[in-house]
T-cell receptor, first 114, second 114 residues
Framework: AQSVAQPEDQVNVAEGNPLTVKCTYS??????LFWYVQYPNRGLQFLLK??????LVKGSYGFEAEFNKSQTSFHLKKPSALVSDSALYFC????????????FGSGTKLNVKP | DTGVSQDPRHKITKRGQNVTFRCDPI?????LYWYRQTLGQGPEFLTY????????KSRLLSDRFSAERPKGSFSTLEIQRTEQGDSAMYLC????????????FGEGSRLTVL
């Protein structure tokens, strides 16, 4: 069975500091990996994806994520957090042979304090 | 506004009643997805359409649930004989064939079953 784990329910970081939101996955096959963000009362928004190629992918709003096959991880990072980054972040995985079915993690609430 | 729209945004119903949700995807998107999200969890896949064809259904989608996309444009999700366990946020998303994994989500339809 495919699954995604986001081990932290909440991450707190001060504005200007680097942030990391963790994600690990378990799949049978080659994964496609994604990060989505959800702001209050808004729909989920696509941030970035890893399909193939360079393990470091860059996305919207200065976010990036690194695919680590040996550790089955896809952590989301940003060098300098903004208060406006405060939101709920979801990691998701799908499979090469069935990329239309996504498995989402339970989400991590990011709080960026001024 | 050319995003994904869902209607109604909130539905309160009594157990045993039928409810129907509508989703209007982004017009040029041929793929449409339904997900369900409960508090503290990530979205769970329910079903997926490519044009008017329903290509996959989750085992979560019991016989009481039915989804249609009759002309390959808008979609409806009907829940018959609602149960309290059906209370959740029902999310619709659409995507283009050109951008794998980049789902555009609506703001969701919240169902409360009393």
């Amino acid at each position: 069975a495919q699954s995604v784990a986001q081990p932290e329910d909440q991450v707190n970081v001060a504005e200007g500091n680097p942030l990391t939101v963790k994600c690990t996955y378990s799949v049978s096959g080659n994964p496609y990996l994604f990060w989505y963000v959800q702001y209050p009362n808004r729909g989920l928004q696509f941030l970035l994806k890893y399909i193939t190629g360079d393990n470091l992918v860059k996305g919207s709003y200065g976010f990036e994520a690194e695919f680590n096959k040996s550790q089955t991880s896809f952590h989301l990072k940003k060098p300098s957090a903004l208060v406006s980054d405060s939101a709920l972040y979801f990691c998701a995985v799908s499979l090469l042979y069935n990329f239309n079915k996504f498995y989402f993690g339970s989400g991590t609430k990011l709080n960026v304090k001024p | 506004d050319t995003g994904v729209s869902q209607d109604p945004r909130h539905k309160i119903t009594k157990r045993g009643q039928n409810v129907t949700f509508r989703c209007d995807p982004i017009s040029e998107h041929n793929r449409l997805y339904w997900y369900r999200q409960t508090l503290g969890q990530g979205p769970e896949f329910l079903t997926y359409f490519q044009n008017e064809a329903q290509l996959e259904k989750s085992r979560l989608l019991s016989d009481r649930f039915s989804a249609e996309r009759p002309k390959g444009s808008f979609s409806t999700l009907e829940i018959q004989r609602t149960e309290q366990g059906d209370s959740a946020m029902y999310l619709c998303a659409s995507s283009s064939q050109k951008k794998t994994g980049e789902l555009f989500f609506g703001e969701g339809s919240r169902l409360t079953v009393l």
